[in-house]
């Protein structure tokens, strides 16, 4: 009996979930088949799925697909006489300036602007592309009802749009109505209904779409043809899939490095996004230092009876640690992730998170850095070496991210993770580290200094102050991130 329950639950499982999938090939052929034993051509088919579900066939859920066939089989289909009317558009009859919105035109084209001035028939509209004299009687008019969530209808003409609200000009004065408070919405224009706007919640994306949370990358690239700048990196999309940065703290340095990544899985729906991307990373002459500096935590500074990690002393330089004679190196590392964003359950945004792993080969000849003995500054000779912990045999990282759009401009972003070369540092350290004060190397952190601190996990805020620049704050190393986009060089 248990196991019969077992698999009646999962068959219903299977079944529910395929019902939000797209129209099964045997389900289009059943719907062709019974439509035209009905008499409709395809023209009249095209035309019932259209007034019926807003969709093509092609666009049907599974879910739609059994509705249709059920009705064809049960006859409640009746074929509509064709008739050939002319639609006549109507034709705005309130303009006023400081109108801003999407504007349709009798054309057919839209543009996004704002009316400046009204000068006899002609209206002065300032788009982004530039400032246009268009004559009134090209304006379709544009009209909404929209019932908020406490039960409130409105109609009227729409005077503006924002991310956030309708502003609507109604019979009895200007209404303006927040966009999260709306249950339904029919918007018509030139008299026409828009059925894209039958939808009861209208998606906006935020405008800082991520390529990495906090210094973890997501599987979401640059788009192509696109060049970045942010605290510690610059990078540029060559294609949708394929996109290339460089740390230019190192290169400074001469350490002249090369970070590939490329997406080798995408699935994208309306509702949501899925990525799968490798990545690489190639520094031709990585400081020994600067490694020793990043886990210096698992280097083991021993007097007398007492055993101390090297973050722990602030009285000593790793240049005083490592060999003379050790020449920088050929590091490696490597990472996969996997990212997933879709529609916020409210409708207004996305949300999405990205979970990764990473390692390199910092550790592979480690135990030739650093000497044996030490005796600067100590009263009597410590022993220098590399902790035998099994924690620290091979340098990894595995994250959690997260991103999710509290407003058009603002997101909130937050990452769990397990790494053993991670410490935390105060801002001023951090600050330090940045600059190079501390004697590491400039633009990047590499810091000997901090705590400990294997398990963690930071959040933060995202400020898009436009579609190319954003900024943020969160409260682990580096604390303030900015990223600047260059679009379509």
């Not at 704002?114 to 300032?126: A, W």
């Not at 919405?185 to 209904?193: A, E, N, P, Q, T």
């Not at 039958?198 to 997501?218: H, S």
Request: overall charge negative; some cysteine.
């Amino acid at each position: 009996m248990t196991i019969t329950r077992y698999i009646t639950i999962i068959l219903l499982s299977v079944f529910l979930f395929a019902q939000d999938g797209t129209i099964l090939p045997g389900q289009k052929s059943a719907i062709q088949s019974l439509s035209a034993t009905a008499g409709f051509t395809d023209a009249d088919l095209s035309a019932y799925l259209v007034q019926m579900y807003g969709k093509s066939i092609d666009n049907l859920s599974q879910a739609d697909g059994v509705g249709v066939i059920k009705a064809f089989q049960a006859g409640t289909v009746v074929k509509q006489q064709s008739v050939e009317t002319k639609i006549e558009l109507r034709e705005a009859d309130l303009l006023e300036p400081g109108m801003k919105k999407l504007f349709h035109f009798l054309d057919g084209t839209v543009r996004q602007g704002e009316i400046l001035s009204i000068e006899g028939g002609d209206i002065v509209l300032k788009t982004g592309s530039g400032t246009f004299n268009i004559p009134s009687d090209q304006f379709l008019s544009e009209t909404a009802e929209i019932t908020n969530k406490k039960g409130e209808l409105f109609k009227g003409v729409v005077l503006g749009e924002t991310s956030e609200e309708f502003i609507l000009r109604t019979t009895f004065g200007d209404a303006v109505i927040q966009k999260r408070d709306i249950r339904t919405m029919k918007r018509y224009h030139g008299g026409v209904l828009d059925r894209q706007y039958e939808d009861l919640k209208k998606f906006y994306q935020g405008e800082a779409q991520l390529i990495g949370v906090f210094m973890d990358p997501t599987a979401f690239p640059l788009a192509g043809n696109t060049f970045y700048l942010s605290g510690l990196s610059v990078g540029y999309g060559l294609t949708d899939r394929f996109m290339i940065t460089t740390k230019f703290g190192s290169n400074f340095s001469g350490d002249l490095n090369f970070h590939p990544r490329m997406r080798f899985y995408h699935r994208k729906s309306a509702e949501k996004e899925v990525a799968a991307t490798w990545g690489i990373g190639l520094h031709r002459a990585a400081s020994i230092e600067s490694v020793v500096g990043r886990y210096s935590h698992a280097v083991n500074i021993t007097t007398g009876d007492s055993t101390k990690s090297l973050n722990q002393l602030d009285d000593i330089r790793v240049a005083d640690l490592v060999k003379e004679s050790q020449d920088d190196f050929l590091y490696a590392e490597a990472y996969l992730v996997f990212s997933s964003r879709r529609v916020n359950p409210t409708g207004r945004g996305k949300v999405g998170w990205s979970a990764g792993v990473k390692a390199n080969n910092a550790f592979i000849n480690r135990d030739d850095w650093l000497k044996s003995s030490f005796s600067a500054e100590l009263d009597t000779a410590a022993q220098v070496s590399w902790s035998n912990d099994k924690k620290y045999s091979v340098p990894f990282r595995c994250w959690l991210s997260l991103e999710y759009d509290l407003r058009k401009n603002l997101k909130f972003v937050g990452s769990a993770w397990i790494d053993n070369g991670y410490k935390t540092m105060d801002l001023a350290a951090t600050v330090d580290d940045y600059f190079g004060d501390d004697g590491s190397d400039s633009f990047s952190l590499d810091s000997p200094r901090g705590d400990v601190s294997m398990i963690d996990f930071d959040f933060g805020l995202l400020y898009a102050v436009n579609e190319s620049f954003r900024i943020g704050i969160h409260f682990q190393q580096p604390y303030i991130d900015f990223y600047w986009e260059f679009f379509e060089f």
